[in-house]
């Protein structure tokens, strides 16, 4: 792995690459404040999300015919006296939103080349996630594919990032012995979250292109859906030459085995095994209604920010 980096990262948040240390974590807080902060409300109130749900609460949302039993005190009377029929304001009810990181801990994210690992970028990605979400004022929750561990409890402000960026620091460290697959993972998901919740999903695309369609749908017509898509330059662009490779079987033997990427067969299977299903997410997703992205190793780790809050894609 070279030993180079990126250029929009700043050294105080540079760990080694190659395993992901608390502190790296911590001083990617200055990364997500440097973006701005987070829309106050009417009063000074900052971090609360605006839910769907229309209620009491601070923010003007629309006006209505008035009904029996509608409180008195919310009398649109400028809309009554133009239209002759009385008329009641809804106002946008503020609660606190879960932001919900799901980390993937495939084998196939403990690698790289360029830069830092994948996994390391995951746990990078998932800091600057926690930092969003509490400069967005949610609650931080984690999980990750086990039938043993349990997910980090929601909480939110420093203490409910800090144990979001504990748990990623020992997820990404190394592979999981319990490692249970992305699937068990949206299950375990989709019992904690709860309508108006972010959810974002680290996962290699081989993880991702293996959950059936149908699942995506589902979790993106009540929540905002992110996925990041952890990716090497050596996995999109291999040298056309000889490559040896040290094999580690399940009975822990290693083998040493040569991949002939001057051939165009190996090259192809190289491509249906790490191209293909990166194309195949890209192309599905955004159909799905969820926001996907690649994040390769030697991108900056806030580079995939712009997609919160964004409008949700069209489903075709």
């Known amino acids: 792995m070279t030993s180079m980096r990126a250029g929009d990262d700043h050294p105080a948040t540079a760990g080694n690459g190659l395993t992901p240390s608390l502190a790296e974590l911590v001083a990617l807080r200055s990364v997500v404040t440097a973006r701005g902060q987070a829309r106050r ?11 769907p749900l229309r209620g009491r609460g601070m923010e003007y949302a629309e006006s209505r015919e008035y009904s029996a039993g509608d409180d008195a005190r919310h009398i649109d009377w400028r809309l009554t006296a133009r239209t002759g029929r009385a008329h009641t304001k809804l106002f946008q009810a503020e609660r606190e939103r879960l932001s919900l990181i799901v980390a993937d801990t495939a084998p196939a994210l403990y690698f790289g080349t360029r830069v830092r690992f994948k996994s390391v970028q995951a746990a990078r990605a998932g800091a600057i996630a ?3 979400g509490v400069r967005d004022g949610d609650r931080i929750a984690a999980l990750r594919g086990s039938r043993a561990e349990a997910p980090v409890a929601p909480a939110a402000g420093p203490r409910g990032a800090l144990r979001v960026l504990d748990a990623l620091v020992r997820w990404y460290a190394q ?3 319990d490692d249970a697959g992305l699937d068990v993972a949206l299950d375990h998901a989709q019992r904690l979250l709860r309508p108006g919740s972010r959810l974002l999903v680290l996962a290699d695309a081989q993880s991702v292109a293996a959950i059936a ?9 009540h929540h905002e ?11 999109d ?4 030459s000889p490559l040896p490779f040290q094999v580690h079987d399940a009975q822990g033997h290693d083998t040493r085995v040569e991949l002939d990427l001057a051939s165009a067969a190996q090259r192809q299977a190289w491509r249906n095994e790490f191209a293909r299903p990166m194309e195949q997410v890209l192309a599905q997703l955004p159909a799905a209604g969820v926001r ?3 994040l390769s190793t030697q991108a900056a780790s806030d580079s995939w920010l ?6 949700r894609p069209l489903v075709a």
Not at 225 to 235: A, G, N
Not at 237 to 240: D, V
């Open 237 to 240: 662009a291999p040298p056309k």
């Open 175 to 177: 592979p999981p012995p």
């Open 306 to 311: 712009p997609l919160l809050g964004r409008n």
């Open 130 to 132: 926690a930092w969003a």
């Open 213 to 221: 369609q149908r699942r995506w749908p589902a979790l993106s017509q």
């Open 292 to 294: 996907v992205q690649a």
């Open 41 to 51: 409300g009417r009063f000074g109130v900052s971090g609360h999300a605006l839910s």
């Open 225 to 235: 859906v992110i996925v990041l898509l952890l990716t090497d330059p050596f996995e």
